[in-house]
């Protein structure tokens, strides 16, 4: 299984020929080469992780394409499109879409402040190996993580949750993600605090640029 992260929060994985797109968002480059994608995950509304353009990028070349989101985005969608089938998925939720398995967790985005409104977010878990909460610290119990994305930086975070977040699942792997709010420095520094605890808690920090692929 072969990751590929993008900018931002978007990632692509692909196994046997197929692709499974995750968060596809403003923050990204628009989408290209996106044949053969089988899936599409969409964490929660926020138009970094999701767009309508971006969306129909993958769409126009996958007319059997199966898109999978919590019910705050299944509305928006609606909204774009009404003809546009979305399967509205929670925590709890086991799908088979081959050669994937999407297991989701979690109900709400992190808090960001009082004043603006929790919105509905899950997490997935790709073919028991990869792990992403969107925006949340949502730990998946039960389950052993291979891969673990991290978030580097958000309005809904600091650091030391990020770092506590990695201490508490253990992956055997990490890398970031939501990174683009963080300048060249920020990242290094981002990256250096994943890498500590990663090696502290027995696993491996990969620190992924957009475009580069690791295999799981």
Do not use: C
Request: charged share 20%; proline share 6%.
């Amino acid at each position: 299984m072969k990751l590929t992260k993008l900018e931002h929060a978007a990632l692509i994985i692909e196994l046997t020929g197929k692709k499974l797109y995750i968060d596809p968002g403003s923050f990204t480059t628009a989408l290209s080469h996106t044949a053969g994608t089988v899936a599409v995950v969409i964490t929660h509304e926020h138009a970094d992780h999701w767009t309508p353009e971006q969306l129909g990028r993958i769409i126009e070349m996958n007319s059997d394409l199966r898109i999978f989101a919590p019910a705050g985005v299944t509305r928006a969608i609606a909204a774009f499109n009404a003809d546009l089938e979305v399967t509205t998925v929670q925590a709890g939720d086991v799908i088979e879409v081959a050669p994937f398995t999407l297991r989701f967790f979690g109900a709400t985005h992190a808090v960001i402040h009082e004043s603006i409104p929790v919105i509905d977010n899950v997490g997935v878990l790709v073919n028991d190996e990869l792990y992403y909460a969107g925006d949340a610290f949502t730990i998946p119990e039960g389950v052993e993580v291979g891969t673990l994305a991290v978030p580097a930086a958000a309005p809904w975070m600091k650091i030391s949750e990020a770092m506590d977040y990695i201490f508490a699942i253990k992956p055997k792997r990490s890398f970031p993600t939501h990174e683009m709010l963080l300048s060249r420095a920020g990242k290094d520094l981002s990256n250096a605090r994943f890498q500590n605890v990663t090696q502290l808690s027995g696993g491996e920090f990969f620190p992924l640029e957009p475009g580069d692929s690791l295999d799981l």
